[in-house]
């Protein structure tokens, strides 16, 4: 198990981008960052800008196996959303669960995004 872990997780060749990615969150992810930062949620640790096999996730929940991802209006189109299908199935068949949110959601209804989060979690 630990070996597949660093063959999948945070590949080397993706750490520049990942640390670019976190230098520079969207105002969602950034919300959504002091809510999940420092295992603020239920004690759950989460990392941002994760990769999982040439996948860069949002946020991941190693514990829980926990990928939350939020979409903006790039999201909104047929290519992305074959996309994001490969994605979530690629992640499923390693247990990963994906939980995706619109952006605005963060913004509108945080409460509700936290709590299907914490929904996700094993008691």
């Known amino acids: 198990m630990f070996s597949i872990y660093i063959m999948l997780h945070n590949r080397k060749y993706l750490k520049e981008y990942r640390k670019e990615l976190r230098s520079s969150l969207t105002p969602a992810e950034t919300e ?24 860069i996730l949002d946020f991941y929940c190693p514990s829980e196996q926990i990928a939350v991802e939020l979409d903006g209006q790039v999201h909104n189109n047929i290519s992305a959303e074959q996309d994001d299908l490969e994605r979530d199935m690629y992640l ?6 994906v939980l995706r949110f619109e952006n605005k959601d963060v913004f509108d209804n945080l409460e509700a995004v936290l709590q299907q ?3 996700g979690f094993s008691k």
Request: aromatic share 10%; glycine share 12%; no cysteine.
């Open 92 to 97: 499923k068949n390693l247990n990963i669960r």
């Open 32 to 55: 959504l960052w002091k809510h999940l930062k420092g295992g603020s949620l239920e004690g759950r640790k989460f990392r941002r800008q994760h990769s999982v096999g040439n996948y």
């Open 117 to 119: 989060i914490s929904n």
